[in-house]
């Protein structure tokens, strides 16, 4: 973390990293893409973003993948990749208050996309660097620079190019790279399991005999989360307004069951 915030080594890697992938410039904003799912379930990917070689927290962006999950991880890069930088044109389309160039004058929101980075990492190889270098060719965006940075070896992957770029493992560059990385993983797997729990919850409830979409809502609303409701006895349950006593044991024991399965699986 020291190393993290010490202004000399952040100012050496983002130098490195111009120097080993031939950039016009410093690359001040970095963006990076990873793709979770489990078998090909509830995938999700993240953005994250670092400026001056800090994390950017608040700029952090989710996405729901839709159709690029049939194709894989590189499907799912390729639909964030044109989703992020389509809004990003709509937006530089946009009128602009010059007061608040960063706020939408239309809703008083923060324009999330309103700015490119000038590299932008995925989380692969050659095939996953090439068809993200290939959305941003079809949008017609040229200036933002794309890698892939590959986990096994720490292979940095360049558009086009035959053999990947080995950064020496003691570089600032590798070690930026590395947690920009490391941080859109552990923001797409967060997400990810939030993801698969809602995903689990529901399917639970909807198991219920008779449970509508008005109760279960209300039931929802009542305890707050699952979990509550799960910790619920029959009689707290059957209090809910519009839930009776039958309901109540059928909810009861149906969350219990499927507490029981999690807990062997």
Not at 35 to 56: N, P, Y
Not at 96 to 103: A, C, E, K, L, Q
Not at 117 to 146: I, K, M, R, S
Not at 237 to 259: D, F, N
């Amino acid at each position: 973390m020291r190393r993290a915030g010490d202004l000399t080594a952040r100012s050496a890697a983002l130098q490195e990293l111009q120097d080993a992938l031939g950039l016009d410039s410093a690359p001040l904003r970095i963006e990076c893409t990873d793709v979770s799912h489990v078998q090909g379930t509830d995938v999700v990917a993240s953005l994250v973003v670092f400026e001056d070689g800090l994390a950017r927290k608040s700029e952090y962006r989710r996405f729901a993948i839709r159709e690029g999950a049939e194709g894989g991880d590189v499907g799912s890069i390729a639909e964030v990749v044109r989703r992020r930088f389509a809004r990003y044109q709509q937006e530089a389309a946009a009128p602009v208050d010059p007061d608040r160039p960063g706020i939408d004058p239309d809703t008083g929101k923060p324009r999330r996309f309103a700015y490119p980075p000038n590299l932008l990492v995925v989380d692969g190889g050659a095939p996953q660097v090439a068809v993200a270098a290939d959305v941003l060719a079809e949008l017609g965006v040229t200036d933002v620079a794309v890698i892939g940075l590959a986990k096994r070896l720490e292979e940095v992957w360049v558009p086009g190019e035959p053999d990947p770029v080995i950064l020496p493992r003691t570089s600032e560059a590798l070690y930026l790279l590395q947690r920009v990385r490391d941080e859109a993983h552990r923001f797409a797997i967060t997400y990810h399991r939030q993801k698969r729990g809602q995903r689990m919850t529901t399917s639970e409830l909807d198991q219920v005999p008779g449970l509508g979409q008005t109760r279960k809502a209300a039931l929802l609303k009542h305890f707050g989360s699952v979990r509550k409701l799960r910790e619920a006895t029959v009689d707290e349950i059957s209090g809910v307004p519009g839930v009776g006593r039958r309901t109540a044991e059928a909810v009861h024991a149906t969350l219990a069951s499927a507490g029981k399965e999690r807990e062997s699986t």
